[in-house]
T-cell receptor, first 112, second 110 residues
Framework: KAGVTQTPRYLIKTRGQQVTLSCSPI?????VSWYQQTPGQGLQFLFE???????NKGNFPGRFSGRQFSNSRSEMNVSTLELGDSALYLC???????????FGDGTRLSIL | AQRVTQPEKLLSVFKGAPVELKCNYS??????LFWYVQYSRQRLQLLLR??SRESIKGFTADLNKGETSFHLKKPFAQEEDSAMYYC????????????FGTGTRLAVRP
């Protein structure tokens, strides 16, 4: 089975721009969750989707949003980028009833 | 609200020495606890799950509900154990999310 795939691997943006990150879960997995990883804050939960519905949301501003498609692929969008949004964004997938155990390599976002 | 605390940012030991990475949690219900490991330039991967009570790569962790702890232990550290270790809590009632500690970097010196 192919693992969780995140694209792109690296992104460089400037303040004020917006960005879209993509996550393809393991085949058959319908739950996708997103995490932000920074040196100062560690890993923080952003949101979780199951069957195209957002089931849970972390404590992030409304500039962070996401969606999930019928094929379970998920996208995360960040608008009006700020310097503090520089981070590694990780995606995890799981099958129903399981915890998020399969992580992707992440997308490293750098804001200039 | 749930919380996971890893008090040590860095733990440095010599090869062959015992290792204990500390993890404490707060949660009113019955959580599931995990240890994840991230080796240099590799993706985050599951190391241990408390329910399975198994030993992976020589590491063990016991859930102590009285002390709300889930410390990770290994009797003899190896250089290849050098990595970032994260303790995480999963509570189904709080939605399908993991709450992570801030991580402990383990450095094993030759």
């Amino acid at each position: 089975k192919a693992g969780v795939t995140q694209t792109p691997r690296y992104l460089i943006k400037t303040r004020g721009q917006q960005v879209t990150l993509s996550c393809s879960p393991i085949s058959g997995h319908r739950s996708v969750s997103w995490y932000q990883q920074t040196p100062g804050q560690g890993l923080q939960f952003l949101f979780e989707y199951f069957s195209e519905t957002q089931r849970n949301k972390g404590n992030f501003p409304g500039r962070f949003s996401g969606r999930q498609f019928s094929n379970s692929r998920s996208e995360m969008n960040v608008s009006t980028l700020e310097l503090g949004d520089s981070a590694l964004y990780l995606c995890a997938s799981s099958s129903q009833g399981e915890w998020p155990q399969h992580f992707g390599d992440g997308t490293r976002l750098s804001i200039l | 609200a749930q919380r996971v605390t890893q008090p040590e940012k860095l733990l440095s030991v010599f090869k062959g020495a015992p290792v204990e990475l500390k993890c404490n949690y707060s949660y009113s219900g019955s959580p599931e606890l995990f240890w994840y490991v991230q080796y240099s330039r590799q993706r985050l991967q599951l190391l241990l799950r408390h329910i399975s009570r198994e030993s992976i790569k020589g590491f063990t962790a016991d859930l102590n509900k009285g002390e709300t702890s889930f410390h990770l232990k290994k009797p003899f550290a190896q250089e290849e154990d050098s990595a970032m270790y994260y303790c995480a809590l999963y509570a189904k009632s709080s939605g399908d999310k993991l709450t992570f500690g801030t991580g402990t970097r383990l450095a094993v010196r030759p």
